[in-house]
């Protein structure tokens, strides 16, 4: 179970993008095959990316590589720059929790509002649903980051 909460961004990113591919892959043989495509194609496509594109982030945040300017930083004493990293840490964390909220309300409209998907005719919060606790999960790799960085730094420092 440590595992799969451990890993659980990169699995998820993996069987989206596996499924991704086999979807792409069926669509050109349809295609090519009979000279239609697969209507749902597109649909799936698009909202998978941004999936991808959420988790990912939540990989780079974990893995440190998020953007970040650090010439700033670099330039300034020991303890300043580490005043500065703590406040990037707490204003990024700030906005990635806004943005869980927001992107929550989003999904909370779409629900009542009871819009559908153009081709499969689904109901458009099931792709949107994952957004906000992706958007957390990434809130939270990222205090993860911080916190083994420094941990390690004391360690260095020690």
Do not use: K
Not at 69 to 87: E, F, G, H, K, N
């Amino acid at each position: 179970m440590s595992f799969l909460l451990r890993e659980a961004e990169r699995l998820i990113c993996a069987v989206l993008f596996l499924g991704m591919t086999l979807l792409g892959f069926a669509n050109v043989v349809v295609r090519y095959a009979t000279n239609y495509s697969l209507a749902s194609s597109e649909e799936l496509l698009t909202n998978g990316f941004l999936l991808l594109t959420v988790f990912g982030a939540a990989i780079a945040a974990r893995q440190g590589q998020h953007l970040a300017v650090t010439a700033v930083v670099s330039m300034l004493p020991r303890r300043a720059a580490q005043a500065v990293v703590v406040l990037s840490v707490i204003l990024s964390v700030g906005l990635l929790i806004v943005s869980a909220w927001l992107a929550w309300g989003a999904v909370q409209v779409l629900y009542r509002n009871g819009l559908t998907s153009y081709a499969l005719r689904i109901p458009m919060w099931y792709y949107q649903a994952a957004v906000p606790f992706a958007f957390l999960l990434i809130a939270w790799r990222f205090v993860q980051h911080a916190m083994a960085e420094f941990r390690q730094a004391g360690a260095d420092h020690g």
